[in-house]
DNA sequence: AAATATACCTCGTGATATGATGTATATCAT
DNA sequence: ATGATATACATCATATCACGAGGTATATTT
């Protein structure tokens, strides 16, 4: 897809992959990617961000011999994904507006 | 709205506003004010890139002894907007992944 | 005369996504 | 055994971009 229009719901998609189960980098690109396809370098940019915005902790463990970070979600980070459904609103407020511009055709 | 949200969807809005009718700058402000609103800066820096990338044309005229650029739409940019209806389905998918890991809860 | 509305523009800044690149170990196929 | 692939992390440089601050100029309203 374009990007752009993604890039508003990289935050909110990581968040939501680790709302109801901890989960790590290498797991959540895999199980986001039906959905939405992002590369590493994109997603431990955003974990660093959510992280240093107190929107989620780290906890570093080991498994089979390899490092492995579980990230768990803040009280700031379910606000987060709460005002997200807010200002979904807004974005389908948007959405009408362009299809209706669309429509005088 | 939160920015990051409003960033995708800022080109496809300004080529909407001159979909059916040419417009100018600060007329798009206020028409598009009850859906988005953006600063005059931003909206020129948006127009001027879309210049750039062929979506749309420019006319000057003068209106009241005033300097007035109206905006044109071009096939290049029909098309953007045809491509952001696909897009769109995207966005929903997106949309509805977040939903469906929100109520796991 | 002053304030507001109309109408354009540029520059600097901060935020951000992403490709390229790097490190290290485990597993699987030949 | 050895080479490829999978697992799992990280950093850096770059390009894009929205936006506030500030600027220019004329017309209208108070």
Known sequence: MEGQLKRGLLDICVLAAIKSKDSYGYKMIKDMKPYIELSEST???ILKRLENAGMLTVRITEHDGRLRKYYHI????L???????????EVISIYQYVMKEDCHE
């Not at 803040?74 to 980070?77: C, D």
């Not at 606000?79 to 609103?89: G, N, P, S, Y």
């Open 79 to 89: 606000r987060r994904i709460e005002d997200f459904k807010a200002e979904w609103k």
């Open 74 to 77: 803040t009280e700031a980070g």
């Open 43 to 45: 997603l431990y940019t």
